[in-house]
């Protein structure tokens, strides 16, 4: 079973549109993140989620907005896609304090 | 904003050790150092972590040096899949018990036949 799993995992897409990655994790951890790594291939943290309490927000474009409906989950909608946002953004996920866990990472490529 | 220093490349030959060295020059004296890789297109993967004592692992070995300010991941016996980018990272407390691991550059090694 994978433990922290991202869907989809290749998404090509127009200018201007709206899409959405889910990610998801069966570990029973607390803590999950949203870290994007560009063509220079540097990680970058997003976003932070404590039992669904927003933790960390870097400086991210506010058409980035992460969901948490419960601690297993945390989805990351992004509006208005631009050509800067082609990227593999990972989710990963935690025990409060813990090591992260990385999913296979989903590959965004706007066109 | 990483606090860690790190050689861009290094080669090692199969079945020798590899040895990964990071500066830290800055760190507090709560901040753990963290080692993590990616391996080509995948997800980064935890390796070992520690304070002040050396650690190790099934996968590797972790010396700190007695000021903390550098610190060593060993690979004892290097085989070709563990060609990948390895970060050396100091984790920062960002509020509470909440964490922050900022991945630098990291070593890009790789392992020849």
């Known amino acids: 079973d994978t433990a922290v799993s991202q869907t989809p995992k290749y998404l090509v897409t127009q200018m201007g549109n709206d899409k959405s990655i889910k990610c998801e994790q069966n570990l029973g951890h607390d803590t999950m993140y949203w870290y994007k790594q560009d063509s220079k291939k540097f990680l970058k943290i997003m976003f932070s989620?404590?039992?669904?309490?927003?933790?960390i927000n870097e400086t991210v474009p506010n058409r980035f907005s992460p969901k948490s409906p419960d601690k297993a989950h945390l989805n990351l909608h992004i509006n208005s896609l631009e050509l800067g946002d082609s990227a593999v953004y990972f989710c990963?996920?935690?025990?409060?304090?813990?090591?992260?866990?990385f999913g296979e990472g989903s590959r965004l490529t706007v066109l | 904003d990483a606090k860690t220093t790190q050689p861009p490349s290094m080669d090692c030959a199969e079945g020798r050790a590899a040895n990964l060295p990071c500066n830290h020059s800055?760190?507090?004296?709560?901040?753990?150092v963290y080692w993590y890789r990616q391996i080509h297109s995948q997800g980064p993967q935890h390796i070992i972590h520690g304070l002040k004592n050396n650690e190790t692992n099934e996968m590797a070995s972790l010396i700190i040096t007695e000021d903390r300010k550098s610190s060593t991941l060993i690979l004892p016996h290097a085989t070709l899949r563990d060609t990948a980018v390895y970060y050396c990272i100091v984790r920062v407390n960002s509020g509470g018990s909440n964490y922050k691991l900022t991945f630098g550059k990291g070593t890009l090694l790789t392992v020849n036949p």
């Open positions: 990963a996920s935690s025990l409060v304090g813990g090591e992260l866990f």
């Open positions: 800055t760190i507090s004296g709560n901040e753990y």
């Open positions: 989620y404590n039992n669904k309490e927003l933790i």
